[in-house]
């Protein structure tokens, strides 16, 4: 089934003054747009320094740990606007996380950040940091399987399942700071069927990463950690 294309807010960090054409006032009806989060898929290739630095191309990809990773098939959404740093953070202090704020765009109804070790602002969906009292933020961040490490790999605990982030733990968007109220393991194939997701409800923050499994086999589930501004 094709996917409508996202429309465009127009409002980033290149684009901060409001305007006719200011994001918070408006509205993405996703409730029938499947939205793939690819926000993950790739295995970490654990190799030395040497063999690193003798075989790899300039410009390869690398999970936190300076490990190179081979994506999965279509983990990375071809856009040009996407950046790996704009020059703020994403920090969830219960889990030591603390990596840059890049900015990425749904294409066709997917997100794919490009890299693997920041945190991504979906800038066609919700509002842009600055305008957080106004509307939701939206980030996704990749994991990784077989011992890989992305920003998305703190966030859960493969052996049980479960959110490492917890209802009243903090997260911190560039200067915002935001109380998580909720965490959900969600279906890929049902993210875009969750509507209440999608509503460009203000003061929240919605944070997307895949959820890895036990048995090292590409992801199925998304999990889903919402927060509240803390003013």
Not at 36 to 55: E, V
Not at 141 to 151: Q, T, V
Request: hydrophobic fraction near 40%; proline fraction near 7%; aromatic fraction near 6%.
């Amino acid at each position: 089934m094709d996917r409508p294309p996202v429309r465009n807010t127009d409002q980033g960090p290149k684009d901060r003054q409001p305007s006719s054409r200011n994001r918070s006032k408006k509205r993405f009806v996703l409730s029938l747009l499947s939205i793939l989060l690819l926000a993950a898929g790739g295995l970490a290739l654990w190799q030395s320094d040497l063999f690193r630095s003798a075989l790899s191309p300039a410009g390869a990809l690398r999970d936190m740990h300076g490990n190179l990773v081979t994506p999965d098939p279509d983990a990375i959404i071809d856009d040009p606007t996407a950046e790996s740093d704009i020059g703020l953070r994403f920090k969830v202090p219960s889990v030591r996380l603390d990596v840059p704020l890049g900015q990425t765009a749904a294409v066709k109804g997917r997100i794919g950040p490009p890299g693997f070790t920041s945190a991504y602002w979906v800038s066609n969906l919700g509002v842009w940091v600055e305008n957080a009292t106004e509307g939701t933020v939206y980030i996704a961040a990749h994991s990784l399987r077989h011992g890989g490490w992305a920003p998305g790999n703190a966030l859960f605990d493969i052996e049980t399942q479960r959110s490492m982030v917890l209802p009243g733990d903090q997260i911190v968007v560039g200067d915002q700071v935001y109380s998580v109220t909720e965490t959900k393991i969600i279906a890929k194939p049902e993210v875009g069927k969750t509507g209440q997701l999608w509503q460009n409800t203000p003061k929240r923050l919605v944070v997307f990463t895949c959820l890895q499994n036990r048995q090292n086999t590409a992801s199925t589930d998304n999990m889903v950690i919402i927060g509240t501004l803390v003013e």
